[in-house]
């Protein structure tokens, strides 16, 4: 398919309000590109190529758009696609050089709006509203495939542009293959926030507390002595986790795909800071040091698999009969079944009191629906926080001076694809933050104006807030009163960050 194409549809679909509109626009265009192309459409779509990050900055696009455009177009998806591949192999001497003439020769066969397009895709600036939830809908209209058959495809494989591509080569049976299967990983189960236990136990029915660990989302896969482990974006981070490696390895199961968390624990059985436990799988740390220092505890709390059984969409009840009969105590979360709220609210101040956040609320007649959130499972943290992105940051004063520090902070608008200011904070950063914030912002800057950077909305940060009030200084209509940084979120992609109506939802009754 030609680049000029999809960059057609891309624009009409940003100029589209109507969710079918969209639909039907992305749909016409999977009909027309050929099946192994949909990997390369998909990743261009969402604005994150297949190959993940390119390692150019806004610098080096910035001088590629110097180069003339061409007259007419001649780029097909495959030679953007070429040059991506190539851009985060460049290493060593003269490196520069070399990414800057791939570059250049990339955009001189680019017309004007494929040199807008193509720039915006390598600084992740592609916001044209062809969320992924749209996609499939459009890959399932495109193909023929019932949605649903899609959707799960997707969370079974973990990347949308190879269902795609099976969905629209070989229709249903082409998803077939994509099943729960071992060294597989597949999209974890999300959770929804409630502000209260009550309110997250307002069905009065009886369902599971759990502790809510400040951990790193973890799935374990054993197949006899092979054990691999997984994080919440489905990376491979087996190495830097021996102790669960060893750990499962114990287990009497032989086939086993468990998820839970990995925490580090002081010796009286509190945890350690979030930034701690992640530092763990910091490629630039003495690995052997840090084990002896900072041990991880890993911690279940479901199994989706058990001796050649898929039992992911049994309810939750049965999975946690199956996990209780697995696993000894020391390795599942703390853990009641009760539909009295007074007793549940005991549990919550005992979680507290031992330094966790919160707890979470689960249904017990609920499947795992990998990749979605929804109300099945509801976290109930304290303080209240939030998951937002940070869309700019200023140049600190006083004592600041030369580090970037006060953060805009952003949440995600689902209709759109884009980010809402809530507004801004420099409060709870640590000197270690200041200095790992400014080198992580300046390697994603977009753009400056005066004393503020603007960077790619990448980063997530969790901040702790006292609550919302409604404000008309920010473009939401509403602002986190309080706001100070508890930490980074390196294990969260922005799409992952809580939306704009999430935050509403804290407002209090008007």
């Not at 003269?94 to 600084?123: C, K, P, W, Y």
């Not at 086993?256 to 990995?262: M, R, W």
């Not at 740390?285 to 199994?303: E, G, K, S, W, Y």
Request: charge should be neutral; glycine fraction near 8%; include cysteine.
């Amino acid at each position: 398919m030609m680049l000029e194409e999809l960059v057609n549809v891309s624009s009409a679909v940003a100029a589209t309000s109507g969710r079918l509109d969209k639909i039907a626009k992305l749909a016409d265009l999977f009909r027309s590109l050929s099946p192994d192309d949909a990997p390369i459409a998909i990743g261009f779509l969402t604005g994150w190529p297949r190959q993940g990050r390119t390692g150019v900055g806004w610098a080096a696009v910035a001088r590629a758009h110097e180069c003339p455009p061409a007259t007419s177009a001649s780029l097909d998806l495959r030679d953007v696609d070429q040059v991506f591949e190539k851009l985060p192999s460049i290493r060593g001497k003269n490196s520069t050089a070399e990414r800057t003439r791939l570059l250049n020769e990339l955009f001189s066969r680019a017309t004007t709006d494929e040199q807008h397009f193509l720039g915006n895709l390598i600084v992740g600036e592609v916001r044209q509203g062809a969320l992924e939830g749209l996609l499939l809908e459009a890959i399932a209209k495109a193909s023929g495939v019932p949605s649903d058959k899609v959707r799960r495809a997707a969370m079974m494989a973990g990347d949308l542009g190879v269902v795609a591509q099976a969905a629209l080569s070989e229709g249903e049976a082409g998803l077939a293959q994509y099943q729960l299967q071992l060294f597989r990983p597949i999209q974890p189960m999300l959770a929804d926030s409630a502000p209260t236990v009550a309110e997250a136990m307002s069905d009065n029915v009886s369902v599971a507390l759990e502790w809510k660990l400040d951990g790193a989302r973890i799935q374990v896969h054993r197949l006899g002595d092979r054990v691999a482990v997984y994080t919440r974006n489905l990376n491979d981070v087996t190495d830097a986790v021996p102790e669960v490696v060893e750990t499962v390895r114990k287990l009497p199961s032989r086939e086993l795909i468990l998820d839970g968390e990995v925490i580090a624990l002081s010796p009286e059985g509190r945890p350690h800071s979030f930034q701690t436990t992640m530092k763990r799988f910091t490629k630039r740390v003495d690995a052997d040091q840090m084990r002896a220092d900072f041990p991880l505890n890993a911690i279940f709390f479901d199994v989706l698999l058990h001796d050649g059984e898929s039992i992911m969409d049994e309810p939750l009840s049965t999975r946690l009969e199956h996990l209780d009969s697995l696993l000894p105590e020391a390795l599942r979360v703390p853990r009641i079944v009760t539909a009295n709220l007074e007793e549940a609210a005991q549990f919550q101040a005992n979680a507290l009191s031992r330094g966790h956040e919160g707890v979470m609320v689960k249904s017990l007649i609920a499947p795992y629906a990998a990749g979605r959130r929804g109300s099945a499972w509801l976290k109930v943290k304290q303080p209240r926080t939030l998951d937002l992105v940070v869309l700019a940051v200023e140049w600190g004063s006083g004592r600041r001076k030369g580090w970037l520090s006060n953060i805009h902070l952003g949440a995600r608008d689902p209709k759109t694809g884009g980010f809402v200011m809530l507004g801004k904070t420099f409060k709870g950063m640590t000197d270690e933050i200041l200095k790992w914030q400014t080198e992580q912002f300046l390697a994603r800057e977009v753009r400056r104006e005066g004393h503020i950077v603007h960077v790619r909305p990448e980063l997530v940060v969790e901040i702790a807030f006292n609550e919302v009030q409604v404000s008309p200084h920010y473009p939401g209509g509403v602002a986190l009163r309080f706001a100070r940084v508890k930490g980074y979120r390196p294990d969260k992609n922005a799409s992952e960050a809580d939306t704009i109506d999430a935050v509403r939802g804290f407002l209090p009754p008007s």
